[in-house]
């Protein structure tokens, strides 16, 4: 049993495989690469394709290296089926490492059980609000006093999730030119490529100007059509050069 995902801003392919074997009526899945856009779909095609004598389901998330928002989908494709199946079949989802446990911590879920956040067992549970009275269907006592603030808290959490996935999304498409920006300072300068990285990212502290800018200014200026940086990044730059150089 072996699922792929489709490729995403990296451009490789195959960014998530799920690899799993059904014991008698135990599954367990092995998810490997990156929880991005595709991956919720993969996990739902291979949650169908479990044989329906299955009555425990772990997934080991040990091979998963990145994940961004769309692996909070992933978690809610994996809680609807745990829902759907509440009687007969019992999910666990363990051993987050690295980045994703910490997107998960961001996102105020419990890394060893990611799922009880999401309401597996109670919808509302997670944001501090209770059902009905069991004693008296006809009552629906209020809010508890700390849902709102759990709420907040929450929100306030996923949008610092969304701008770390935004940051890290903004690097890979940066890296390119950064790379070459350097290079062409190593050509130019002599320097080493840790030099000539903290050239940039200096020149860019100098001239308020975000290190992607200054990376792809150097490159077009080298160029031999190309235009010269502006006025206040050529003397950014010239003045981190020559501290480099006196060091």
């Known amino acids: 049993m072996t699922s792929a995902a489709s490729p995403h801003l990296t451009g490789g392919l195959n960014t998530l495989v799920i690899s799993g074997r059904v014991d008698a009526d135990r599954a367990e899945l092995t998810p490997r690469g990156e929880l991005v856009h595709g991956c919720a779909d993969i996990l739902a095609r291979t949650l169908s394709d479990l044989p329906p004598t299955v009555t425990r389901v772990d997934l080991d998330m040990g091979g998963v290296h990145f994940m961004d928002t769309a692996g909070l989908q992933f978690l809610d494709v994996l ?62 006592p209020p809010p508890a006093p700390a849902s709102s603030a759990v709420s907040m808290e929450r929100a306030e959490r996923l949008h610092i999730l969304q701008e770390e996935v935004e940051q890290l999304r903004q690097a890979i498409v940066s890296r390119p030119v950064i790379d070459q920006a350097r290079g062409i ?21 100098l001239s308020n100007t975000k290190l992607r800018e200054v990376a792809a200014a150097v490159t077009a200026s080298a160029e031999s059509d190309g235009p010269a940086p502006s006025a206040e990044l050529r003397t950014a730059l010239q003045r981190a050069l020559s501290r480099r150089r006196r060091v």
Not at 102 to 116: K, M, N, Y
Not at 117 to 137: E, M, R, V
Not at 185 to 205: V, Y
Request: contains cysteine; hydrophobic residues 30%; charged residues 20%.
């Open 185 to 205: 300072l190593m050509a130019t300068h002599g320097c080493t490529s840790d030099e000539a990285w903290h050239i940039l990212r200096e020149a860019s502290q």
């Open 79 to 140: 809680g609807d089926y745990a829902r759907r199946r509440s009687l007969t079949v019992t999910v666990t989802v363990t051993n987050w490492n690295g980045q994703p446990r910490r997107i998960l911590e961001l996102a105020g879920l419990d890394t060893t059980d990611p799922l009880s956040g999401l309401g597996t067992s109670d919808p509302l549970s997670g944001l501090g609000i209770t059902g009905p009275d069991s004693t008296d269907p006809g009552t629906v």
